[in-house]
């Protein structure tokens, strides 16, 4: 069996289907915030602790990726790709909406059989920050705010308690870390750590893990 990022805890609530893994993202005044757990599943089985599902694409955007993980990494892949060539023939880079496209475009020509990824693309370019979901079959969301997984229940009653629109991405990192750390405690499908990034007028950073370790002791001390 292929590892797969979202097989465990997979259940149906009405039409509504959620899988493990849980990622966040969230736009700011500044920027984007994005943020996943690092847990990759096949079946009830934990394939590996430290799997990498928030990935740069370009120094102004990034995605957060679930599903499986061949397909997953060919969307990444894809995706770059296409940036990179944006910015070869143009001299500037990709507008955050177009990757979005980019990757819908892709998923919906597979539609009769499709990737198995759902990803959210988020960042900053000329225009602001801004922050799309796009799902199995292509079709795309723009979000302010969005928690996605097996553990978006648990990470949505910590966004939607604190986060407000308009916030700093030095006041949201920390919420969306919280947020991911939560999921872990509470959805068997989470867990193990947690990566968060930060794109803004600066370009793309990722938290260290000195960051993150004080971030899991100051979220974890306070339950």
Known sequence: MSRDFNQVGKKTLGSAMYHGTTTVGLVCSDGVVLATDTRVTAGGFIAHKRGKKLLK???NIAMTISGGVADAQNVVDTAKYYTNMYRM???????????AQVVSNMLFSARYYPYIADV?????????GSLFNVDIFGSINKESMIATGSGSPVAYGVLEAEFKEGTTVAKAYPLAAKAIIAATKRNVATGDHFDVAILDKEGFRELTEQEKDKLLAQFTSSN
């Open 57 to 59: 694409i370009d120094d």
């Open 89 to 99: 023939e143009k001299g500037r880079p990709m507008p955050v909406k177009a990757a």
């Open 120 to 128: 959210l693309v988020g960042g900053v370019d000329s225009s602001g």
